[in-house]
């Protein structure tokens, strides 16, 4: 299994820098997996007060990345890091612009909730939103998880699962549009179905930025814009 550490520095202060850097990135990462969790929630409960919870609280995720973005910023001006200090604070930077913009897809489905909260609910409660939901979280949960451990092997993997969230995507797609063709009064709620699950694709595509970020942290090699299969081989060296 891939994994580093962050070697310990003359400077225990330096030490404690960086551990408190690392530390408010996975508080930042537990945050929006709830607002995930709570937006989809709201959609299938119907649920306008926690809708609008989850768009409140979207100050907090953002508040979270200016904080951490300075403090970074600060500490790359006074320690000129090198080598695997820098990487993981360029790591860092990356990271979490790619958490507020899941934190952003999060406040767009907690939007549409409440668009359809006042449409009768569905049986099944949007069931296909809330699996396709569980695929995400899962994948977040992983890239955080590898981040955490400093773990390339972990990232490919939990990257390599962002295929079955395009499938499922794809599937409420298909099932959405024969919906439409077969009945106009289900245009509007299908539209919504649609827009929810778009942002729970894109919430799965920075969740692989973030594995993408571990990669690079770990092995210094930057795999964006690769195959899974080319990640693979990357960590393998």
């Known amino acids: 299994m891939e994994t580093t550490h962050l070697s310990p520095h003359i400077s225990r202060q330096y030490d404690a820098e960086l551990e408190d850097i690392r530390n408010k990135v996975l508080a930042m ?82 939007r549409i909730a409440i668009k359809l909260a006042d449409e009768d609910q569905p049986r099944n409660g949007y069931s296909e939103i809330q699996n396709m939901s569980r695929l995400v979280r899962e994948i977040l949960h992983g890239a955080l998880d590898a981040f955490a451990r400093m773990d390339a092997e972990a990232a490919v993997q939990t990257a390599e699962q962002d295929r079955a969230v395009d499938q499922e995507y794809e599937a409420i797609l298909r099932q959405r549009i024969t919906y439409m063709m077969e009945d106009h009064r289900a245009i509007s709620r299908s539209l919504n179905v649609i827009w929810a699950a778009r942002a729970l694709e894109r919430i799965g595509d920075h969740a692989c930025n973030l594995c993408e970020y571990v990669i690079y942290l770990v092995k210094g090699k930057d795999v964006r814009h690769t195959s899974i299969e080319q990640m693979h081989k990357v960590v393998e060296q």
Request: charged share 30%.
């Open 29 to 110: 990462g537990g945050l929006v997996e709830q607002q995930i969790a709570d937006a989809v929630q709201a959609l299938a409960d119907a649920d306008v007060e926690l809708a609008e919870q989850v768009i409140t609280n979207d100050y907090r995720v953002n508040s979270l990345e200016v904080g951490i973005d300075e403090e970074t910023i600060q500490c790359l001006a006074r320690r000129q890091p090198a080598a695997g200090d820098l990487r993981l604070l360029i790591a860092v930077i990356k990271t979490i612009t790619d958490l507020e913009r899941i934190g952003d897809q999060a406040e767009k489905v907690a």
